[in-house]
T-cell receptor, first 112, second 109 residues
């Protein structure tokens, strides 16, 4: 157990819908990273938050947004879903001292 | 050209064999990470390296900063080592990861 929690584990929805994925980092970690793993693109960085502020942005679509709350949990919002958004979405946090990454179990999103 | 290249893409070996997975990167990095992803999907961080060599049980990771190359070795491989091994790099000032495409390792009993 990495200490990073993600909910839900699985999500099945239809095209055009909106979903919210939730992540809580390890106790004491201030950074949250969101990654997408799809069959054709592999693992890709989406966005990073540090102590409530957006720190870095990667290949995140405009239909996607995220935020980090005062209690440091984070939510990734995906809207106007398309078939190609089907993927595993991982959240990770990093140790403040070492930078080592700890991954959550992932949310498997299926868009039908 | 991807920033992080791994080889081989797939590797099948007999139980007990010595395994080597290679990773090359083309950018300056602060650290290189070796990750393991099991069929269930979960990702575990095995090593984080900025120089030299690290060992944990039967796993050894090395990095050559000058050559921008790292290797992951598994000694006395076992079927439970079957997984996808992913190399990733992080850059100075930001710990976001850039990933290789992974190596699918299958160990046959």
């Amino acid at each position: 157990d990495s200490g990073v929690t993600q909910t839900p584990k699985h999500l099945i929805t239809a095209t055009g819908q909106r979903v919210t994925l939730r992540c809580s980092p390890r106790s004491g970690d201030l950074s949250v990273y969101w990654y997408q793993q799809s069959l054709d693109q592999g693992l890709q960085f989406l966005i990073q938050y540090y102590n409530g502020e957006e720190r870095a942005k990667g290949n995140i679509l405009e239909r996607f947004s995220a935020q980090q709350f005062p209690d440091l949990h984070s939510e990734l919002n995906l809207s106007s879903l398309e078939l190609g958004d089907s993927a595993l979405y991982f959240c990770a946090s990093s140790d403040r001292t070492s930078g080592k990454a700890f991954f959550g179990p992932g949310t498997r999103l299926t868009v039908l | 050209k991807n920033e992080v290249e791994q080889s081989p893409q797939n590797l099948t070996a007999q139980e007990g064999e010595f395994i080597t997975i290679n990773c090359s990167y083309s950018v300056g990095i602060s650290a290189l990470h070796w990750l393991q992803q099991h069929p269930g999907g979960g990702i575990v961080s095995l090593f984080m390296l900025s120089s030299g060599k690290k060992k944990h049980g039967r796993l050894i990771a090395t990095i050559n900063i000058q050559e921008k190359h790292s290797s992951l070795h598994i000694t006395a491989s076992h079927p439970r080592d079957s997984a996808v091994y992913i190399c990733a790099v992080s850059n100075f000032g930001n710990e976001k990861l850039t990933f290789g495409t992974g190596t699918r390792l299958t160990i046959i009993p």
